[in-house]
């Protein structure tokens, strides 16, 4: 009895699957995101500003010490690197990275800057924003003065270091806009490229060496950057820079259960981002683009592309070509002479230009080719005329009607 069951089972499935009441499960296609375990994640195309993948982007979440990003932003335009910055006295959390630094403590702004932006130091952050503001009160005031000039609307501040505490959140599109904002500073990106550095000592000759916090960046040379930040609320988070196969990007998790799976979200990111890229063609080299009438010749000149242009765009980036090449052309003009200029930009942004060229030498036309193409101007002019007033005595409509 038991057996005949079975059997029954087993064909009734069969017979379900075969009519297709019941489905296999399907693989995931290539371009389906993959599976991630942070709270909100974003990935940017650099060049354009583009996000080309959001998971709960404008989600308000706590952002740990991807805070420091805020705060050397306004430190960058406030202090000069070799500016001397005495430490303040310095309420320090039980919990709260720091680099040892001692009230009185006299260090270089440069060296505060490592130590915010490569060990991630609450400590610096704290000294950097006294020294910017007189206070960190009026610091955090500053920063999100900044965050709403920026267009930062799911941002708010509460402290300079990103402990958590009420009212101190961002999202990964705002973090990704500050991100990318804050790479185009040489000196921003400097520091956040960096794999350690060490921080003097007050009551130690031997500096306190640390590496970045940025462990993702230390075992990939494609990531460039940013920052990273870690609290019980916020989870692990990272906002990372990279040219992973040749296309910039800027990966922002926030959220992840660990380092770990944090890094390993953004890997996936950055892959998955890539595969969404596009290749655009320009036409061939020899295209014509644009013509140009020649003096003394019935034959305009053509102008042709230089060389073929090809860029990899995200999705939905648009590219557009600005011509510029002259109406007439004026011999003598050699082959191959560049008469003019294509500019490509994507989005609206520059991206390469081309030269435009002649595609055949056009030589000065002497009193014997200036006399024929006078001759041949007069001849095709009466030839038109002739040819008019024949229509025109030819047309029904032409012949004289009295008026009564």
Not at 313 to 338: H, M
Request: include cysteine; proline fraction near 7%; charge should be negative.
């Amino acid at each position: 009895m038991r057996s005949l069951c079975v059997a029954l089972i087993v064909t009734f499935l069969l017979a379900a699957t075969l009519a297709g009441w019941l489905r296999p499960a399907v693989a995931l296609a290539k371009d389906d995101p993959p599976k991630i375990e942070a709270a909100a994640v974003a990935v940017m195309d650099v060049p354009t500003g583009r996000f080309i993948y959001a998971y709960r982007a404008d989600r308000r979440v706590p952002m740990a010490s991807t805070t420091k990003i805020m705060t050397a932003r306004l430190a960058l335009e406030s202090l000069d690197p070799q500016q001397d910055v005495v430490v303040p006295p310095l309420d320090m959390r039980w919990d709260e990275m720091d680099v040892n630094l001692s009230p009185g403590q006299v260090l270089p702004a440069e060296k505060l800057m490592e130590a915010l932006l490569v060990a991630s130091g609450g400590d610096a952050a704290k000294t950097l924003a006294v020294a910017v503001a007189g206070s960190e009160k009026a610091f955090v005031e500053q920063m999100n003065r900044e965050a709403q000039e920026l267009g930062l609307d799911d941002t708010h501040y509460a402290n300079s270091h990103g402990l958590d505490a009420a009212g101190h959140y961002t999202s990964a599109h705002d973090l990704s806009l500050l991100a990318r904002l804050e790479m185009e500073d040489p000196e921003f990106a400097r520091y956040v490229a960096m794999p350690s550095t060490t921080i003097p000592q007050q009551d130690d000759p031997k500096p306190l060496k640390v590496e970045s916090s940025n462990t993702l960046m230390l075992r990939n040379e494609w990531v460039d950057g940013v920052k990273t930040g870690y609290t019980n609320k916020a989870g692990s988070c990272l906002v990372a820079s990279g040219d992973y196969e040749k296309h910039d990007m800027i990966v922002t998790v926030l959220g992840a259960p660990d380092p770990e799976t944090r890094n390993q979200d953004v890997v996936k990111l950055f892959k998955y981002g890539a595969s969404l890229y596009t290749m655009w063609r320009s036409p061939e080299a020899g295209h014509v683009m644009a013509s140009a009438s020649v003096p003394y010749s019935r034959l305009p000149l053509d102008i042709v592309l230089a060389g073929r242009f090809s860029v990899s765009i995200p999705p939905g980036a648009e590219v557009s070509s600005d011509v510029t090449a002259p109406r007439v052309a004026e011999p003598p003009v050699a082959g191959d002479e560049e008469l003019g200029r294509v500019v490509y930009k994507v989005d609206g942004t520059v991206r390469d230009e081309r030269a435009l060229l002649a595609d055949r030498a056009v030589p000065t036309a002497d009193w014997r080719s200036r006399l024929r193409f006078r001759l041949a101007r007069v001849w095709q002019r009466s030839s038109e005329a002739v040819a008019a007033a024949i229509k025109r005595a030819v047309d029904p409509r032409a012949v004289f009607t009295p008026a009564f």
